[in-house]
């Protein structure tokens, strides 16, 4: 288990490293062709990536947390909370 | 040659009544995702069993449609919100699966058990109203054994000309009925031993959303919402108590410990006024394509709730479409003005209260892992979380819990 937990916190650091290159692109703001926008229609560039995730998430947490929402409209409430 | 005219006219049929077929195989491809998630909570407490089911696919060149069920099985324990006493008078306790319990002796339950299941399913429409106009109408209905939620929604998104930013608009209404398995729901803060009960509770939700997803570059996606909601009606959890105590000493670790003389019902406000502020960057990266996923939400309420929670997933792709991406979540908030730990013997009843450690302030951390790769002609997902919740004041002061997901998407 503790290997787990290390190999995790390696991979948050390295993670994190190359993180502060990504910032310094990402604020760089430019026009894009339709022809150019074949990185952004992949899948893992969508705002919600993996939907059985993020379905999933948004149920436990609104569960265990008294904030919910942000993320659109719709979805449907339980008797969790 | 006759022959050979013959042969080149069939091959021009087949090519050209073959094209079309193939276009409608295409625009036509229904997308079957389905997933298994097991969450258990530490010392006993909650498990859970969820499988989903989302099949979407375009009907026509301009609608989609998706179709999601769910089904889940929720057992075990959860704190009630009594305190751990020393002694209680308390001599039986309603489980939150409705059945009432005799516990008469010297310590008073202050976990109940439940057991029950969610039938849930939501059917959305994506239309293209035009090259630049989109709108998605939402319907969504869930059923337990104590609680039931219809809802609807609806969402116009425009893209400016150039397609690099996109409003979003959107609109939804719930009704929600909540009931214990026995029927009615418990009088707001009225003494369990009563049993005063009232007819089943209702109440009804308005959410509006507003948001702008802009391309910022090449590998570059940002987006920021505000949403607004506002709920009315019963808000009360009618399985959660308060204990009314005094304070003793106990004599065999010359300290102090409550005793618990009663106990009350939870009683909530029948309002909520709900505002967050979303804002994600989705970003590409590196030699290697790593995409970083970034969100960060703020979230206040007019019960003084006021939580920010910050996300971060870093996808790193290990070549054949396999792919390794770490996640952090951690997440503060404050407590709800009527939150207490137990009610004192001898002063007057609050107008409200409620020991429910959700509505405690706490800080909780998420730290998981995501394994994905293609498998099948299908991409599979497997990840693992660790969720930890400290709270300030509520008797069970932590919520260690774990969540094991695995997922499986495909295309026929």
Not at chain 1, 7 to 29: D, P, R, Y
Not at chain 2, 17 to 25: F, I, M
Not at chain 2, 40 to 62: P, Q, Y
Request: aromatic share 12%.
């Amino acid at each position: 288990m503790m290997k787990f937990w290390l190999t995790l916190g390696l991979l948050f650091s390295l993670s994190a490293c190359s993180l502060q290159e990504g910032i310094k692109e990402s604020f760089h703001v430019e026009e894009i062709q339709p022809w150019q926008r074949d990185i952004l229609a992949q899948d893992s560039m969508q705002l919600d990536s993996d939907a059985m995730q993020s379905f999933a998430d948004d149920h436990i947490y609104f569960s265990k947390e008294a904030s919910t929402g942000g993320k659109g409209v719709g979805g449907g409430g339980c008797g969790c909370n | 040659m006759k022959n050979i005219r013959k042969k080149l006219s069939l091959a021009s049929c087949t090519l050209l009544s073959g094209a079309p077929q193939a276009a409608n195989a295409i625009d036509n491809a229904w997308d079957l995702d389905s997933s298994y998630l097991y969450y258990s909570e530490a010392d006993d407490r909650v498990t859970v069993n969820k499988a989903i089911m989302k099949l979407s696919g375009d009907i026509t060149d301009d609608d989609r449609a998706t179709a999601t069920l769910v089904f889940d099985t929720m057992s075990g324990s959860t704190p009630s919100g009594t305190v751990r006493s020393k002694t209680s008078a308390i001599n039986s306790i309603t489980n939150a699966s409705g059945a009432s319990t005799n516990i008469s002796g010297s310590t008073a339950p202050d976990k109940v058990e439940f057991r029950d299941t969610r039938l849930g399913f939501s059917f959305d429409w994506d239309h293209n109203q035009s090259r630049l106009l989109k709108v998605k109408y939402g319907g969504n209905i869930s059923v337990e054994n104590d609680y039931q939620s219809f809802g609807a929604s609806a969402s116009i998104s425009k893209d400016n000309e150039s397609r690099s930013l996109t409003y979003t608009a959107g609109i939804a209404g719930y009704f929600d009925k909540i009931f214990r398995k026995t029927g009615g729901t418990p009088e707001p803060l009225s003494n369990v031993e009563d049993d005063s009960s009232f007819s089943d509770g209702e109440r009804v939700t308005y959410e509006l959303l507003g948001g702008v997803t802009k391309v910022l570059n090449r590998k570059t996606l940002g987006q920021l919402n505000y949403s607004f909601s506002y709920t009315d009606g019963y808000l009360t959890d009618p399985y959660k108590v308060i204990s009314q105590v005094e304070l003793v000493t106990d004599s065999q670790t010359n300290s102090f410990a409550f005793s618990e003389l009663e106990r009350y019902y939870e009683g909530r406000p029948s309002k909520r006024l709900r505002n967050s502020i979303y804002s994600a960057l989705v970003h590409q990266y590196g030699s290697n394509n790593q995409v970083i996923h970034a969100s960060y939400r703020l979230y206040w309420d007019d019960w003084d709730v006021v939580s920010h929670t910050l996300e971060l997933r870093h996808r790193n792709p290990l070549g054949n479409g396999q792919y390794i991406e770490p996640h952090v979540r951690y997440y503060t908030q404050t407590a709800a003005n009527f939150f207490v730990h137990h009610l004192n013997n001898g002063e007057p009843l609050p107008q409200y209260a409620s020991a429910d450690y959700r509505l405690d302030a706490m800080k909780g951390m998420t730290i998981g892992i995501q394994y994905g790769r293609p498998m099948g002609g299908g991409k599979f997902r497997a990840r693992v979380e660790y969720i930890n919740q400290q709270f300030d004041q509520a008797e069970y002061n932590e919520n260690l819990a774990y969540v094991f997901q695995i997922s499986y998407q495909k295309q026929f």
